[in-house]
């Protein structure tokens, strides 16, 4: 099990396009991954393959997050959902 921790900086957050944009790229890999908003302490991990739990988690601009991989290709998947997220989503 791998994890890291970054902000989501992107204006809109993870809402409706980046939001499909990250569960597309989250699903190319066979582990599991979640997101969690670590601003909150009653947060709970949200599967990152699920767009209904990505949209419910409500993670804006500003949020910090952790994603953590866990299974045969969760470094290659860390790295690039991680990536994504700091990329901005191309916003």
Request: hydrophobic share 40%; glycine share 8%.
């Amino acid at each position: 099990m791998v994890s890291k921790q970054t902000t989501v900086i992107n204006a809109t957050g993870l809402h409706a396009r980046p939001a499909s944009t990250f569960v597309m790229e989250a699903k190319k890999y066979e582990c599991d991954i979640t997101i969690k908003d670590v601003d909150k302490e009653d947060a709970a991990p949200a599967n990152a393959k699920s767009i209904m739990m990505i949209l419910a988690a409500g993670l804006g601009c500003g949020t910090n997050v952790e994603i953590t991989c866990d299974g045969p290709d969760e470094q290659e998947a860390l790295d690039a959902i991680v990536a994504l997220i700091d990329s901005g989503f191309g916003e």
